[in-house]
């Protein structure tokens, strides 16, 4: 009994109707409806394995689930999080969220299904010894076997081989962990603590789905099996070529939008394990009707005749047949039972014509307040619906329903039927915060407790329900909804939040060597109305300390109170808002020791007796729904030993970074070049000149910009230019410095790697601050990213590193080289051209004093 509860969870918290995507109601059309037949008719499944978002072959998926009908799912070991962001300035775990929405919708357009394991996206790695340095091998083992037990493919396909030829160790190593877990999974001595939930489940095959032509058009793949996915869809009148393109193009932060293909297409799979003797298809031997389930053949054979006898005209004359179907399936146990009751409840609404608009007042709602609730219901076929009974789920506890028992509302073709009710929401205390975000990152894994949480996707239970319609359950969701008057009807999550949120205006504070005082801005929000209490500035081990102040007035007692080595004043400011979403500023003013130091300091706010330590940000983007996150109210104080001169610099964004905001707390007039400042303005009034990262991937008109930009260098001044990329996710349209050199993919991945001096009497390594081992201490994540290489004689190269390992070839991963492509630098005239392949974006938002310091002798060179 226990495992079919945890099967149906697992398989439940996949269903469209419980994924928090933002969709409107929407019913199939008729010949979608055939093809949701076709798929209830096929008993067989698909696991993709790969490493990140974006890895997966969108066509494979859809040719898998849409022409073969078979379950598909993509497992990514992790969620994204360590890439580059080309729409925005998020990184890290912000792009983590956003690149797993992005997933989302790209499943709910090629029909594929989506799980992750906790790995945390730590960027690039050259070998899989280094990946799994990081990430703990039997945690993510036992993530990948219990998706497996769960989902139970006949065949696990690999996007990716063990031999390093992916180009990233993370790809090998998602290549390594699947074919151990493909034996594991049927291993009952291997995670048997999930066999209380879950059965051992053996896998059919494995196959490595072939990249050598993506490397090399012209490789021998002849030796492989060889399958056409180009076909077309007439259900969906698509090719899978033209599906794959759609749902490619949601990786947008990565710039993956693509073309649609039309025609045969060829995908190749090596046979790696299982039974794959003698195989002419990945698909031979396999059952994929009814017949391989016990009792399933009367099953299939009864929706072999509904699909026979379908009318696309009239979709509706096959709810008689396909209730008896329904009684069938009820009378089945295990996997098979669940996911398929699951389609098949979608299938009968759909086939009743039957939509469920759930909405709620507000889109964002304070934990244990009330709520108005509202249902249209309608149904759009001939035959009349009876609705038998309302239920909820979650964190919906209703103050007063009159629908919540046994109902016997019958539905007239076309009629719309409204109701509305309050209900509280959050009656279990918990936020709308992704499940995976619940804890801190802990030794590049996410900290999830719940077995579930391991392969689930985003999910809330906290605004959903069901209806039974005749005798089948028919479930919903609740969701905001808006007229935007440019886009139309909009819906979004519901999100519940804490009843105060404290937001802070810059996440890291910097000092320089000046002494001048700082003024931190501090905003809290109200929740719901009528919200009072202390807003308290304490360190980590200070968070319980009593303060006691006078409304919007400076106690005095905790003026340049002492919390570490910085003054801050006050600690603390009494607030009252009254009414929800009202917001007040408050200003801290912090003066900073003489000695260089960074520390943490927290914000909470007292609310009838309970603290609160969250801010609320929203992230935007059309592709994907509104994504709501709460991080903790801190801030990094940072004091730099530091000098500099320079006053004025001009910046020219490029895809997203928040370099220019770091520049400007330390003193300098940062002012951003536009298209028209850059063609109309006198540049020399400008010491340094900054490209924000991928600047000339991004901006179409910056290369024509080139010969003023070398005049400015030529006249005196410092043209920085942060990493761009060189392929055809960012081709380079011209050369960008005054003499010839190449943007390579050359990086060095290990943030701790050795720094050595080449030039160590260098301006940049002593003027105006001494760089030293020491200023390399503390960076995130890398080193650098895409190198410069085969550059011209003018330009000199300062510094090397050298990665523990370099990219793994044929199995094996050998030692790293020095490389001395991350920093070149060229005399041009009076100035200085810089091409930095160090990662500013990265570690200046993090404080890192290093970084700031090389940063400023680059800014400063030659002045």
Not at 828 to 843: A, P, Q, T
């Amino acid at each position: 009994m226990l495992k079919r509860i945890v099967l149906f969870l697992f398989f439940i918290l996949h269903s469209s109707f419980f994924i928090t995507n933002a969709q409107p109601p929407r019913s199939y059309t008729s010949s979608e409806i055939l093809l949701q037949f076709k798929k209830l008719n096929t008993v067989g499944s698909v696991l993709y394995i790969a490493a990140h978002p974006d890895d997966e072959n969108t066509r494979l998926i859809a040719y898998l689930a849409n022409e073969k009908c078979l379950r598909t799912g993509y497992l990514s070991l992790t969620r994204g999080d360590g890439g580059q962001n080309l729409i925005g300035p998020e990184q890290g775990i912000e792009l983590g969220v956003i690149r797993t929405q992005e997933l989302l919708a790209a499943r709910r357009i090629d029909g594929g299904e989506q799980f992750f394991t906790r790995a945390y996206d730590f960027g690039f790695s050259k070998s899989p010894e280094e990946t799994l340095q990081k990430w703990n091998k039997d945690s993510i083992l036992s993530d990948m076997v219990w998706v497996i037990r769960n989902f139970r493919p006949d065949i696990i396909i690999t996007r990716f081989a063990t031999d390093g030829s992916g180009g990233h160790g993370h790809h090998t190593t998602s290549a390594i962990l699947a074919e151990e877990a493909f034996d594991a999974a049927a291993d009952p001595n291997r995670f048997p603590e999930q066999l209380q939930y879950v059965s051992v489940w053996k896998t059919r095959r494995l196959f490595y789905n072939s990249t050598a032509r993506y490397f090399n058009p012209n490789a021998d793949l002849s030796k492989l099996i060889k399958l056409d996915v180009g076909g077309y869809n007439p259900l969906l009148g698509k090719s899978y070529g033209e599906i794959a393109a759609e749902s490619r193009s949601m990786h947008k932060s990565q710039g993956f939008g693509s073309a649609k293909q039309r025609g045969e297409n060829f995908e190749y799979f090596k046979p790696v394990k299982g039974d794959t003797a003698g195989l002419k298809d990945i698909f031979d031997g396999i059952d994929f009707s009814w017949k391989r389930t016990v009792g399933g053949a009367k099953v299939g054979n009864m929706i072999t005749k509904i699909i026979k006898e379908y009318k696309v005209e009239n979709p509706n004359q096959s709810v008689e047949s396909f209730s008896k179907v329904m009684t069938e399936l009820q009378k089945m146990n295990g996997i098979v039972y669940i996911h398929k009751m699951i389609l098949a409840n979608n299938l009968y609404s759909n086939l009743k014509g039957f939509v469920i608009d759930a909405t709620v007042s507000e889109p964002n709602i304070s934990l244990g307040s009330k709520q108005k609730l509202s249902l249209a219901i309608v149904s759009r076929k001939n035959e009349k619906s009876k609705i038998k009974s309302l239920q909820f789920a979650g964190n919906l506890v209703n103050s007063f329903n009159p629908f919540d028992t046994t109902l016997n509302i019958t539905l007239k073709k076309n009629e719309l039927i409204s109701c509305s009710f309050n209900s509280v929401y959050g009656k279990d205390n918990t936020i709308s915060q992704p499940y995976y975000l619940q804890k801190p990152i802990k030794n590049s894994m996410f900290e999830t407790s719940e077995l579930f949480s391991k392969s689930s996707p985003e999910v809330f239970f906290n605004s959903s329900g069901t209806l039974l319609l005749h005798d089948q359950l028919i479930p919903f969701q609740f969701q905001y909804k808006w007229v935007d008057p440019e886009k139309g009807e909009q819906y979004r999550p519901v999100v519940i939040t804490p009843p105060v949120m404290i937001n802070v205006a810059e996440d890291v504070l910097v000092f320089d060597g000046s002494g001048k005082q700082k003024t931190l801005k501090v905003t809290v929000k109200s929740g719901k109305d009528s919200v009072s209490g202390i807003l308290k500035f304490t360190s980590p081990n200070q968070l319980n300390t009593k303060i006691v102040v006078e409304e919007d007035k400076i106690n005095p007692q905790f003026a340049l109170a002492k919390l570490t080595s910085f003054n801050i004043s006050p600690l603390a400011y009494n607030f009252q808002l009254d009414k929800k979403g009202q917001e007040k500023e408050f200003v801290f003013y912090i003066d900073a020791p003489t000695q260089s130091t960074n520390q943490f300091i927290n914000l909470s706010a007292i609310v009838d007796g309970q603290t609160y330590t969250k801010g609320i940000k929203e992230i935007k983007y059309d592709h994907i729904p509104i994504q709501t996150l709460f991080p903790e109210a801190e801030v990094k104080l940072v004091k730099l030993d530091l000098a500099k001169k320079s006053k004025r610099i001009g910046y020219i964004p490029g895809a997203g970074d928040e370099v220019q905001a770091c520049l400007s707390q330390l003193g300098y007039e940062v002012i951003t070049l536009s298209d028209d400042k850059l063609a109309s303005e006198n540049l020399s009034q400008y010491d340094a000149i900054l490209t924000g990262v991928r600047a000339y991937n991004t901006k179409e008109k910056l290369p024509s910009f080139k010969q003023k930009l070398m005049e400015y260098v030529s006249s005196g001044g410092n043209l920085i230019v942060q990493y761009n990329t060189n392929s055809w996710a960012g081709p380079l349209s011209s050369d960008i410095g005054p003499y010839k050199f190449k943007i390579t993919r050359n990086r060095i991945t290990d943030e701790t790697a050795k720094v050595d001096f080449l030039l160590p009497n260098h301006p940049i390594l002593n003027s105006p601050n001494k760089i030293t081992e020491k200023d390399f201490e503390g960076w995130i994540q890398e080193r650098s990213i895409y190198h410069a290489g085969e550059w011209d004689s003018n330009y000199v190269a300062p510094i090397s590193m050298t990665d523990p390992f370099e990219m793994t070839i044929g199995g094996v991963s050998p030692k790293g080289n020095p490389d001395n492509g991350a920093l070149i630098i060229a005399k041009h005239g009076k100035g200085n051209f810089i091409y930095s392949g160090l990662v500013f974006f990265r570690e200046l938002p993090a404080g890192v004093p290093g970084a700031y310091r090389l940063m400023v002798n680059l800014i400063e060179l030659g002045k």
